[in-house]
């Protein structure tokens, strides 16, 4: 099983995918603080996975996640999300941080 990683300048790692054996889906978790900047990378992380081998599935973890991620909202309603699709995901299913701020986050990138 092959993870991809981002890592911050200070070394943290901030975004890992994988994908479960038999391609049956990806697993993605946010870690820390994000950026629009971390967001677009983990987002063009999972594109390029997909068009490797195309999976109908994502299981989205922001458990680790801290803050809001407001600022990356409107990219993954309006740029992540039909690229991903098009590229044949199917399903999406998002695991909330916890607290106000990452619930506020997933309400704004709803309304998109």
Same mark, same amino acid.
């Given at each position: 099983?092959? *993870?991809?990683?981002i890592?911050?300048?200070?070394?943290?790692v901030? #975004? /890992?995918?994988?994908?479960?054996p038999?391609?049956?889906?990806?697993?993605v978790?946010?870690?820390?603080v994000? &950026?629009? /900047?971390?967001?677009v990378? %983990? %987002? &063009?992380?999972?594109? &390029?996975?997909?068009r490797?081998?195309?999976c109908?599935?994502?299981?989205n973890?922001?458990?680790e996640l +801290?803050g809001p991620?407001?600022?990356?909202a409107?990219?993954?309603a309006? *740029?992540?999300a039909? $690229? $991903?699709?098009?590229?044949?995901?199917?399903y #999406?299913?998002h +695991?909330? &941080?916890?607290?106000?701020?990452?619930?506020?986050?997933? /309400?704004? #990138? *709803?309304q998109h």
């Amino acid at each position: 099983m092959e *993870k991809k990683e981002i890592r911050k300048a200070n070394g943290d790692v901030c #975004f /890992e995918a994988y994908r479960l054996p038999g391609n049956s889906y990806i697993c993605v978790h946010w870690m820390g603080v994000q &950026s629009l /900047e971390t967001m677009v990378m %983990g %987002g &063009s992380h999972l594109l &390029s996975m997909l068009r490797e081998l195309p999976c109908r599935a994502i299981l989205n973890s922001n458990q680790e996640l +801290v803050g809001p991620w407001d600022d990356g909202a409107f990219y993954l309603a309006y *740029k992540w999300a039909p $690229a $991903a699709a098009s590229l044949g995901l199917h399903y #999406f299913a998002h +695991v909330l &941080s916890p607290g106000i701020f990452g619930r506020r986050s997933f /309400e704004k #990138f *709803k309304q998109h």
